[in-house]
């Protein structure tokens, strides 16, 4: 979960924005003259029909190349994200048919919460941010968690904003018919806004220079587990008891008596140095909804992350770069595995492979640049300016929010049950056999 994602706990934060960001004009104004919206493009280059002879095609295939040169990152060549949404492709995302002539496109927060600078990886892109209902009439876009807003148009995109599972975040609805468009985690929707992504790079980079494979090989402890909340919709926390009588998980956090590692400490690095596997279970199963459990503490360490159910993630992360609880018929089978990748150290390294042709992109909230412009505001502005404008409507939004989730428990509860009856089996066998015996 992302601690921000109340409105309300924007406040500080955008504050301080706000002050920085007029602090940057003024600067902008007296200073040398750059505006701080021209700072970004400089950093950034946006190559369009780069021409790419890819293995397999000819090449005079015109693709999007996104060179991502955020400071979070280094510098990379970026031919495509994954997804399986149908809504636009990547060359798409990145180009807004801007009108430069015309005002700004409005994109006006209702009750959602956010600022300007959260359309800091599209600065060039036209579009103002505000909270000033009175200029309801002109919005293109309204940010709304709730029905309360009555659309003065039809051209105007009303905007459904949350970050939580709808676990976490149940919404009253009083229309079927209400929401165009989604600025949160869920991929199916023109203003997804996802914890992180996965992209596949125009060029292959070279192993050694991505993995540590004396560092993979070094490693010499089972699963780690960070938690927080000890009572989830998951039912994780009853996976990992059982877990732990088939292989060792050590806990850390308020939970099941957990060690202690606080986030962000230096202890942390053990994910590196220590652990195969990371338990990146989240609170709830539900559509898309993948956290910065596996963006951050997955993915941003050397470690195999696993998740509870391999359809939720499916298309989203690198291919053979994690585990699913739900690959295994029972915990035995599960443990057995991790077991043999923690043994064969050249097979526990093929699970970084990926690393040769995708990268992992964390967004973390708080950074808002080129990193952020194929995803969430920058896409509402993007479709701010679409001419002619395509009709989006999320049709029976209940189901589609509420019917997203599993029934609470079910993946960890099959597991179980099919892990005891396994166990069930083999007692009821030895009892024979030693009948046999005597
Ligand atoms: C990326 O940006 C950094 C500054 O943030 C700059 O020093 C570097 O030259 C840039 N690299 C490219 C390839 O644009
Ligand atoms: C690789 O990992 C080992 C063991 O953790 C460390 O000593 C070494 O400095 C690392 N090498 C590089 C190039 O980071
Ligand atoms: C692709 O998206 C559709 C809904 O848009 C979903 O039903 C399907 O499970 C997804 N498939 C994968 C592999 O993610
Ligand atoms: C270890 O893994 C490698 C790569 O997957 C495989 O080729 C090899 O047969 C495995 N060795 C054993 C002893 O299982
Ligand atoms: C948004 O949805 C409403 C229905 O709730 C519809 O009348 C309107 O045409 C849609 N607008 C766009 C731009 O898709």
Redesign the pocket.
Request: charged fraction near 35%; glycine fraction near 0%.
């Given at each position: 979960m992302r601690g921000w994602s109340r409105p309300t706990r924007w406040v500080p934060f955008v504050s301080l924005m706000a002050v920085i960001y007029l602090l940057m004009l003024l600067f902008a104004h007296f200073g040398d003259g750059i505006s701080p919206l021209q700072m970004l493009p400089q950093r950034t280059r946006l190559k369009s029909d780069y021409d790419y002879p890819h293995e397999g095609e000819s090449a005079t295939v015109k693709k999007f190349t996104l060179i991502l040169n955020s400071s979070l990152y280094d510098a990379m060549e970026i031919e495509d994200v994954l997804t399986?949404?149908t809504i636009a492709t990547f060359g798409e995302r990145l180009h807004a048919d801007v009108d430069y002539s015309a005002p700004p496109k409005l994109i006006l927060s209702w009750d959602a919460g956010h600022g300007q600078e959260n359309l800091g990886g599209c600065p060039d892109w036209n579009c103002v941010f505000t909270y000033d209902r009175s200029k309801a009439d002109e919005a293109s876009i309204i940010l709304t968690v709730s029905d309360n807003f009555e659309r003065r148009n039809s051209e105007q995109i009303v905007t459904f904003y949350s970050q939580e599972s709808p676990k976490n975040m149940p919404v009253i609805m009083h229309q079927t018919e209400y929401f165009n468009v989604s600025l949160g985690y869920r991929?199916?929707t023109a203003g997804a806004s996802p914890y992180g992504y996965t992209v596949k790079l125009a060029k292959r980079r070279p192993l050694e220079k991505i993995v540590n494979l004396s560092r993979l090989a070094g490693k010499s402890k089972s699963a780690a587990w960070f938690v927080s909340h000890c009572t989830t919709n998951s039912r994780r926390e009853d996976l990992v008891v059982k877990m732990k009588k088939y292989i060792s998980v050590d806990i850390y956090g308020n939970c099941l008596n957990g060690m202690n590692c606080p986030r962000g400490a230096k202890c942390e690095d053990m994910l590196d140095d220590d652990y195969h596997f990371y338990l990146a279970f989240e609170n709830s199963v539900c559509?898309d909804y993948i956290t910065e459990k596996v963006w951050n503490q997955g993915y941003g360490r050397d470690i195999v992350p696993i998740v509870l159910k391999r359809?939720i993630v499916?298309?989203?992360l690198p291919p053979n770069s994690y585990l699913a609880v739900d690959d295994f018929e029972t915990l035995q089978e599960l443990a057995e595995r991790m077991s043999y990748l923690m043994k064969n150290k050249s097979a526990y390294s093929e699970m970084f492979h990926w690393r040769r042709d995708y990268a992992t992109i964390y967004l973390n909230g708080e950074q808002h640049d080129i990193l952020e412009r194929p995803w969430g505001f920058c896409q509402l502005c993007r479709i701010a300016w679409e001419k002619p404008k395509t009709q989006r409507l999320i049709s029976d939004f209940k189901e589609w929010w509420d019917g997203s989730c599993e029934v609470d428990g079910a993946t960890v509860s099959k597991i179980i049950s099919k892990t005891d009856a396994r166990e069930k089996e083999k007692e009821k066998a030895l009892r024979v056999n030693r009948i046999t015996v005597k």
């Open positions: 399986n949404d991929h199916d559509t359809s499916a298309n989203r």
